[in-house]
């Protein structure tokens, strides 16, 4: 029994969906666990006979007969879009999401008013947005932090007294701080959390070692390490750690310290969506991506070279891989170039941990940073493996599990044992 | 990343929940089936918790709820609470090796499933037991359930190791809200279960019988049509005596379930395991501590404001 912990070694949308999924597909997979961020996830999976669907809170490995999904402590869960997901999920002919669900209680709780929050800080920022998803994942994160103990939480749904108590609380303070909110009444949220509390089954943390015990599981992250709280570009990352960090001290306290493989996601095309720094952009590439089209909060989805100075560092913060999984081979063109090194440097080098100061000043050198491109790439692999001296272990050239293949031993696919 | 890919409409979210029925959780039952599973059926079944080398104290838990009407939604959503209680009963060190067994009881009077018995399981397994139980939902009209062929079936059907090797009983928590048959009826049972009885067994002596080899418990869920009622309770408290707990809030069914084990193998006391509750997050500690006040000794109220998780950073930073 392996269990596979996959990460984004970039800004994101590297793929995390469509390699968990190929993972659940191919071996005997009990449970996908989130260990990070919250309903802004868009990981999308794409079934051969076309279905596609783009996992927010549900583990993408759904699709696969039985695969359950658990919402670890470290996810903040949003349980009204997580209805609407359930029943899109239904109506393409996966009814049973939701009774494979598992949710700590101790995760946090996204609200509207959060939402409202998080949206009226948004606009008053401007032209100095950070690329925010606009769902109120960071005013969870931010709400709790500044007033301990007192933020909504998923157990709280179970009990409508103590979770209206701190519903109101939480309205009345926003509403102090930032006007009048775009947010229903609090009764109104009452009842429809009640309604999630009823339906899902909501689990202590002893859950998860039982879990953990009783076959495989997929750790799916959020998001890339490139926008880690601590490590990403600062100020325009995530509320959340991204690196292996939170699976690792899952399993830790699961007596499974260090038995997981460490997966390192990577798409040849590097992207960011949103606002910040991306070395390598390059408006003249001529890629469209149909599953991320502009928004009002994030802004337009931008594509750059392959930057594998960006990619080494992310390594370098995550604490290294196992194996790579290479995505979006199928892009590979004349076109598409390598960076091994900026104008001023080929190693971004980390600050102490939560050193903020050092990391916006990265992001000031880095926006200024131009990149330096070499001969064009044959052989996106070995010239991936060579630069980064990791290997990979899955390559993907297609958004389906039926276009990935394997590399070495690592990720072989484990047939079903015949009972 | 994305910009949240699904709608929330707070409006439209619990009837949403409320739409989605348990298609999986319940899979049997909901795709019709109204026949007690292969693998339930007590018919000619005997039910065996043993001990192994990967568990050398086995620990024999059934527990049996009613699934007839007067029971309304709780069935359903004990199904998305009962699949917790292994890993809570192993992760407190409340006992060494559980295993623990699932069924279901209706009324033999009218029921075309009247009992359902899973089978003893160490791991997640006892979960698919769970998912191919019948809720038919029936039930006579007068208050009363063949809780007593349950009963019978657990004396006389079911061998455990923990008390036939080491004279350890294991533990036996029915869930329901009604009361019992005055006696096991020969006729049910051969129809049922397949043995032949030349007389009734009055329920006074089935529960003598049963509580031999396991530690029996009543739980009367709120929620269900006789919540709270004198008569369910008082009946019940005259069988088993103290052993007959009210749960005012279902959600914590798995908490009062393990904290009741937890008593009754001396692995914790009810303060240490209420601290506990408090210390999980859990809300339930109120619910758990008000059922256990009769069977725990030195009753102390017990709250605990649990902890943030440590995070140190300013919290003026503006971020995402």
């Known amino acids: 029994m392996s269990h596979v912990i996959v990460v984004d070694l970039g800004y994101g949308d590297a793929g995390k969906g469509t390699v968990v999924d190929w993972l659940c597909a191919t071996r005997p997979v009990h449970a996908v666990v989130r260990f990070n961020g919250g309903g802004q996830a868009a990981h999308n999976v794409v079934l051969p006979d076309g279905r596609w669907h783009t996992f927010a809170q549900f583990g993408a490995g759904t699709f696969q007969p039985g695969v359950r999904t658990h919402l670890s402590r470290f996810m903040v869960v949003d349980p009204l879009a997580l209805a609407v997901e359930a029943d899109h999920l239904a109506m393409i002919g996966v009814p049973d999401a939701l009774d494979r669900l598992t949710v700590d209680a101790w995760a946090l709780l996204t609200t509207p008013y959060h939402r409202a929050a998080n949206r009226a800080r948004e606009v008053a920022r401007g032209a100095g947005r950070h690329g925010s998803c606009g769902m109120g994942v960071g005013e969870t994160i931010a709400y709790d932090l500044a007033h301990p103990g007192e933020a909504p939480r998923v157990g709280d749904c179970a009990t409508p007294g103590v979770l209206r108590e701190r519903l109101a609380a939480l309205r009345d303070r926003l509403t102090a701080e930032l006007g009048p909110l775009d947010a229903p009444p609090v009764d109104d949220c009452v009842a429809a959390f009640t309604a999630f509390a009823e339906r899902v089954s909501i689990v202590d943390g002893d859950y998860l070692t039982t879990l953990l015990r009783s076959g495989t599981c997929v750790f799916e992250g959020a998001q890339g390490v490139l926008l880690d709280e601590w490590y990403g570009f600062h100020p325009y990352t995530t509320w959340s750690t991204t690196t292996f960090a939170n699976a690792e001290r899952l399993l830790a306290e699961a007596g499974m310290a260090g038995h997981a493989t460490r997966l390192g996601v990577l798409r040849i095309v590097t992207t960011r969506h949103g606002p910040g720094p991306l070395v390598t952009e390059d408006p003249n590439l001529p890629f469209i991506d149909p599953r991320n089209p502009t928004n009002p909060w994030q802004g337009p989805f931008r594509f750059g070279h392959f930057d594998a100075v960006a990619h080494r560092y992310a390594l370098d913060v995550a604490g290294g891989v196992d194996g790579l999984a290479l995505t979006h081979l199928d892009l590979a063109s004349p076109q598409l170039k390598i960076c091994r090194r900026y104008d001023w440097t080929e190693r971004l080098v980390p600050g102490p941990a939560g050193d903020l100061d050092h990391q916006a000043t990265l992001t000031e050198q880095l926006l200024r940073s131009r990149p330096e491109y070499d001969e064009p790439v044959s052989d996106w692999i070995t010239t991936v493996e060579d630069e980064l001296a990791r290997p990979v272990v899955l390559s993907s050239h297609g958004p389906t599990a039926k276009d990935k293949s394997t590399r070495g031993s690592l990720l072989a696919p484990v047939p079903a044992a015949s009972s | ?320």
């Open chain 2, 1 to 320: 990343m994305g910009s949240g890919t699904w709608s929330t409409d707070v409006y439209d979210a619990a009837d949403r929940y409320r739409r989605s029925t348990g298609t999986s959780a319940f899979a049997y039952s909901d795709g019709g089936a109204r026949t007690v599973h292969p693998d339930l059926d007590p018919s000619g079944a005997a039910r065996e918790s043993r001990d192994s080398t990967e568990h050398p104290e086995s620990l024999a838990i059934a527990v049996l709820f009613d699934v007839t009407g007067s029971m309304r939604r709780v069935p359903r959503v004990l199904q998305t609470k009962l699949p917790q209680l292994l890993g809570m009963l192993q992760r407190k060190g409340y006992a060494r090796d559980p295993q623990i067994m699932f069924g279901a009881i209706g009324d033999a009077t009218c029921d075309r499933v009247p009992l359902q018995v899973g089978q003893f399981e160490s791991d997640n397994r006892m979960d698919d037991d769970l998912g191919r139980i019948v809720l038919e939902g029936g039930g006579g009209g007068q208050m009363t359930e063949s809780y007593e062929l349950a009963l019978y079936f657990m004396a006389r059907h079911t061998s455990i190791d923990c008390f036939e090797r080491r004279g350890h009983r294991g533990y036996l928590f029915i869930i329901g809200d009604e009361l019992a048959y005055p006696k096991v009826k020969p006729r049910e049972v051969r129809k049922l279960i397949g043995d032949e009885l030349t007389e009734g067994i009055p329920l006074a002596s089935l529960i003598r019988e049963v509580t031999r080899k396991y530690d029996t418990y009543y739980l009367l869920p709120a929620g269900t049509g006789y919540a709270g009622d004198a008569r369910v309770l008082d009946y019940w408290r005259d069988l088993l005596g103290q052993n007959v707990l009210e749960l005012d809030d279902l959600n914590a069914v798995c908490e009062t379930i393990a904290l009741t084990i937890g008593l009754g193998e001396g692995t914790v006391d009810l303060d240490t395991g209420l601290h506990d509750l408090g210390k999980a997050g859990s809300k339930t500690t109120r619910t758990v501590s008000k059922a256990l006040a009769r069977v725990g000794a030195d009753q102390r109220a017990t709250t605990v404001s649990p902890l943030p998780a440590v995070r140190t950073n300013g919290d003026r930073i503006t971020r995402l």
